[in-house]
């Protein structure tokens, strides 16, 4: 017990799990919101496909590749028979494990990219308020679709999921390997957005944001370039939603709600809209501040549940930055472009070249 | 069915009330539904009143504190150059500030007071008419929807105050040089948007469970509503939150009793009335020609 933590090592564990995740989650809001000025207001119906492919399919997956009998099982009431034979299954077998984990990956990040293009088709040419309503709509009837269809996440009981890192056995190294993991796809999320942003891609999206008659007078096809954004910052954030799965263990449909969506809006605005290192610093100051307020609440006795009282606050301070400092903490910065001598420098190169030939 | 259908047209009527200030819809609009159904249970639970006793505090509680998040809060945001992104996040922030309020108040009044706070149905009152009794709220409902409908056509055409509202919404920089004071206008449309919004809460206790929660099950069925109304006409408004009501209600009884299908995905119904009426008449009803007459207020297009 270190400063009334009850296990400081798994608090920290825990911490970088989610950062990590929820990183993913904010760099993809930020491509939308912070690059080309779409506001998903539905990001929680992304962030949930991913979750509902994992907990809907890995274990059925599983089940089918080695050949348990499942039948006569139910999914939803047996969940527990099947999830557990399955991981048994897996930590005898690590390369399968391994195949079934990337595989779910790319299925959950490939539904969530396809959801991304039906959710916004309707509103997509509209103005940006009307492709929230519909976003957003879209949100709640998916968590409705999760909540009251059993077999997608077992309703209101929720699946479980099976670990595809239980082959290592000991709990030390498996959390590392799976911190590391998860670290990674962070860091490459952030390095691929951050290369498309600074690509010209980029530019357009920025174009678009910042006047869209103008990047429309200049022959970009403005829904296009929406439609792309949306379905990328979906399908990422459906990586998220898988990885999120994966390592909670577990997928409960009322676990995505539009809180969600507020949080990822949160992270994207505190950090600093169009700054894909301050997305990741905002989504690292709440999950802190989230996992500080877990440990300590029950020290504080109020009449009521200390985390709406953190929402709450959160919510304050997103209001008093978007009234006081809009740009966020770390604000946008220009791309980097070639330095100017560098190019001098490569031109006299040439010319050398070119006069000795 | 009528209940909820005319329950519906306020609150949409309240999100209409919003729009045509700022041309952005208002993400918490659902959370006034929710602070006039508390206003009435909690003073049922204090002073033993009815929800048709309470409608006037249920319309100025929300209304103020509508009026407040305006003047506060919304306002200084458009003055400081705030575009439709940041004003819907704005929304949604204030959304979120208020639902979490309204939950530790509930959960405080359950220790407070004893009593179920977080989910609540109230009784309807009764009435005896020839012998036989009926609930009164299809007909209050009813006639509360008719009496605001008359007090705001007279108020918008016949008062001088509604005129020059009419005015300020129509060319806000044309009614300003006219002296007509813009921002009073508009303050005064969000107190009459949580107003409204509010007494459908304070009734709809006794039609549905409700509880803090109860914004999020709204705010989709009147965007819905709004939406297939054009968003800024508030004729427009009336219709398409009575349609969207009652096919909710009518539609999902007939799935059930035809096909089986479980009352919980009557959500479904306002959706499809949402992405129908985007892709079919994104402008609303009021845009289609024999209803032209009905329409106040121009359909927005991107980028405006």
Known sequence: MVLGIVDPVRFIIDLLAFFAIYSILSVSLNLEYGYCGIPNLGKVLFFAAGAFTVGGLCSRVGAYIFGINVAGLDFTRDNFAIVSQVTSSLSENPVTAMGLFVFMLALGTGIGGFLGFVASYPAIKLREDYLGITLLIAGELWRYVGKYYDPIVGGTLGVSVPSPFSWIGQTSTRDIAVIGVLLAFAGLTWFSVEKLVRAPFGRTLRAVRDHEEASEAFGKNVVRVRMITLIVGSALAALAGTLYAFYVGGVIADDFAEQKTFIAILMVTLGGRSNNIGSMLGSFIYVTTNALIRQYKYYVQVPFDLNYLAVMIFGIVLLIMLLRRPVGILPETPSKTVDFRRILEKMNIRDQKESGS | ?304
Request: hydrophobic residues 55%.
């Open chain 2, 1 to 304: 069915m009528l209940v909820y259908a005319n329950l519906l047209v306020l609150m949409t009527v309240g999100l209409t009330f919003t729009f045509i200030t700022l041309k952005v819809p208002n993400f918490a609009h659902g959370d006034f539904v929710a602070i006039g159904a508390y206003v009435a249970y909690s003073l049922f639970r204090v002073a033993g009143t009815n929800p048709y006793q309470t409608l006037p505090v249920s319309f100025l509680v929300p209304g103020v504190i509508a009026m407040i998040a305006y003047v506060g809060l919304f306002r200084p945001l458009v003055r400081s150059g705030a575009g439709i992104a940041t004003m819907m996040v704005a929304y949604l922030a204030a959304e979120t500030v208020i639902f979490s309020c309204m939950l530790i108040y509930a959960q405080t009044m359950v220790l407070v007071t004893g009593f179920y706070f977080l989910s609540f149905i109230m009784t309807d009152v009764e009435v005896k008419i020839f012998g036989y009794g009926f609930e009164l709220l299809p007909l209050a409902s009813t006639l509360v929807v008719i009496g605001f409908a008359v007090i705001l056509y007279l108020f918008l055409t016949r008062t001088k105050f509604g005129t020059a509202m009419r005015a300020a919404i129509e060319n806000p920089s044309l009614a300003s040089t006219l002296g007509i004071d813009v921002e009073l206008i508009y303050a005064i449309s969000w107190f009459i948007a949580g107003g409204l919004t509010g007494v459908a809460g304070g009734l709809i206790t006794m039609a549905a469970p409700s509880g803090p929660y109860i914004g999020w099950v709204y705010i989709t069925r009147i965007f819905a509503g709004s939406v297939l109304g054009g968003l800024s006409s508030i004729w427009g408004a009336i219709l398409g939150g009575f349609i969207v009501g009652a096919s909710e209600i009518l539609g999902i009884y007939w799935l059930t009793t035809d096909f089986g299908v479980p009352t919980t995905w009557r959500i479904a119904i306002p959706f499809s009335i949402l992405i129908v009426s985007l892709m079919v008449i994104p402008k609303g009803l009021t845009s289609l020609t024999p209803l032209r007459l009905l329409r106040r207020g121009r359909p927005l297009k991107r980028g405006e």
